[in-house]
């Protein structure tokens, strides 16, 4: 399913959130969409569901859609970041949603399982006392079960344990290559797992699209920390942008591209004086990554 | 997916989250206690003076509904729609192959059945329960009136709660505003409206027509049209109307006009939650 939004524009009052946005998120595509609290990312996708009345148009398959989402909706599913915290027991929640796309209360029991959670256990429990995570993926089963064409996450992996989310990502990489996924994340391992392509939104504006490994390998941190008892070491690792940090430890944030070329000549310098030694990627995206970035 | 099965599963999540929330069970009690209430003081005054106790009791217990059944309807739909958008739960249901129409008629149907199962239940049973106990005939008439005028009613508060849900955004703004409409619906009852008019000399006509738009004043004179018209028991518009129309006219206008107006109000809110933003 080919989605085109054609100059799409969303304002309340007088806060202008979306200004004409043109994006074309083809089928089977992978994007993420990306950019600071209040940028946009949820009117964009609100919008895209139906739920807001924007200027310009939602094109699906070469046919502009208005407000009322009725085709669209069986081919869209979506994860939001919090889910409602609905007092119906979790069986009669999975039964409504799984029901309206034909879909059983095992099916989705499968997915949860998959992302180790006992469905049935926990089905007459209210579903607003399962945690944070539990409800999480509970939407994520639904969603991955629905069979939609078009997945839509948002912050889909936010309150999941590392586990879970390996098996999320792994889950969504096996749906099939003509399903397109929308993804709104902070994280970085989620758009290295799930995404081929990132668009940055700021202030209600494209300011950068192209390739997920592009952005990443210019905007990805890495973090490298030194631990040293020399101080010839210190010396070095201080001219070099290091900061001191507790009991001898010293660490660099740097672009995810520079990482090796470091470690390559701290091993060349350092040789034999370091005790200890870290480099590991940022979980999440930089405020900066997300703030500055040309226009498209 | 048809419109009505879109319905049937908003209104099958609705239920069990009514129904896990208490809302039935409370309403159930509530109109339990009152009619237990009436029905002793009701067959306890009629030993005493000789009246008829059921048809007094019967009286007493709808007269306090007249005040209580807006409180509950409002309270039970006045945050309906707004919350539903802040906590997410219209996001995720939206997010579904469920129409704006079918979310919304679903949960109307719900809240109607949430409130007037336990009526049509609790206003039968307590006429049937006293008779057993104490040996009175049941004055059907007047149950099945009461069980209409109610009904309708509830209809009407439903509607405006949901339009108040639709339409203000704030929960807390909301609220307000529900006990508000409520406090207008039971002070403009006609003896209400004779004090204001004494005090501020309004026109008689513009008294007696806040009094006749009044849903509650309505449904007052229905079920009072069953009894003797008189002033004292009426007040001056029930009196006039009395006169005028009739028991039949006032009974079809204490069912008629709350269903006009719940139903105007629906259709309203409908109409906007159609058209406007969800989130």
């Known amino acids: 399913m080919r989605v085109e939004l054609r100059s799409l524009g969303k304002r309340f009052g007088k806060v202008v959130a979306l200004r004409d946005v043109v994006l074309d998120l083809p089928a089977g595509g992978r994007t993420a969409l990306i950019g600071p609290n209040g940028s946009g990312k949820s009117t964009l996708v609100r919008l895209l569901m139906g739920m807001l009345d924007g200027d310009g148009d939602v094109v699906v398959d070469g046919t502009a859609v208005g407000m009322d989402r009725r085709a669209l909706a069986p081919k869209v599913a979506y994860v939001p970041q919090i889910a409602p915290r609905l007092a119906a027991p979790v069986r009669d929640v999975v039964r409504a949603a799984a029901g309206l796309r034909g879909r059983t209360f095992a099916q989705v029991a499968e997915l949860a399982a998959a992302l180790h959670l006992d469905l049935q256990g926990v089905a007459r429990q209210p579903f607003r006392t399962l945690s944070g995570g539990q409800r999480q993926k509970v939407l994520a089963a639904l969603a991955l079960s629905s069979g939609a064409e078009f997945l839509l996450l948002d912050e889909p992996t936010a309150s999941m344990d590392p586990r879970s989310r390996l098996e999320f990502f792994r889950l969504v990489e096996a749906l099939p290559a003509s399903t397109s996924v929308l993804l709104c994340s902070h994280r970085l391992d989620e758009i290295r797992r799930l995404v081929d392509r990132v668009v940055v939104l700021a202030e209600g504006v494209i300011t950068w699209q192209g390739t997920a490994d592009a952005w990443l390998q210019e905007h990805a941190e890495a973090t490298i920390e030194v631990r040293t008892d020399s101080d010839v070491a210190s010396a070095w690792l201080q001219a070099r942008g290091f900061l001191p940090g507790a009991t001898g430890w010293w660490n660099k944030a740097l672009p995810v591209h520079e990482r090796a070329h470091l470690l390559a000549e701290i091993g060349r310098n350092l040789n034999g004086q370091v005790r200890d030694l870290m480099a590991r990627d940022s979980e999440r995206v930089a405020p900066e990554a997300t703030e500055r970035g040309e226009r498209s | ?279």
């Open chain 2, 1 to 279: 997916m048809t419109l009505r099965r879109e319905v049937a599963a908003v209104a099958r999540l609705d239920l069990a989250e009514v129904l896990r929330s208490r809302w039935l069970v409370f309403c159930l009690c509530v109109h339990g206690a009152l009619a237990a209430t009436f029905v002793l003081v009701g067959l306890r005054e009629s030993g005493i003076i000789g009246f008829t106790g059921m048809g007094r009791a019967l009286m007493s217990w709808t007269h306090a509904l007249l005040f209580l059944l807006p409180l509950l309807a409002l309270s039970a739909t006045g945050q309906v729609v707004n919350a539903a958008r802040d906590d997410g739960t219209l996001e995720l249901l939206l997010a579904n192959p469920v129409s704006r129409t079918g979310w919304f008629v679903g949960t109307s149907l719900v809240r109607v059945l949430a409130l007037v199962a336990p009526l049509l239940v609790a206003m039968p049973a307590m006429a049937i329960a006293g008779s057993l106990a104490f040996g009175q005939p049941v004055p059907w008439d007047f149950v099945w009136r009461g069980v209409a005028v109610s009904t309708s009613l509830l209809l009407c508060f439903v509607a405006l709660g949901l339009c108040i849900s639709t339409f203000v955004r704030n929960q807390a703004k909301a609220l307000m505003l529900t006990i508000l409409v409520w406090v207008a619906g039971v002070a403009l009852i006609d003896f209400g409206l004779i004090g204001v008019m004494l005090q501020w000399e309004l026109p008689p006509s513009a008294v007696f027509t806040l009094a006749m738009l009044n849903p509650v004043q309505c449904a007052r004179l229905a079920l009072l049209s069953a009894a003797q018209p008189e002033l004292a028991t009426f007040g001056p518009v029930g009196f006039f109307l009395a006169n005028r129309v009739g028991a039949d006219g006032l009974l079809a206008i204490g069912i008629g006009w709350p269903l006009l107006l719940g139903a105007t109000a629906w259709a309203w809110s409908l109409a906007m939650f159609k058209r406007r933003d969800l989130v």
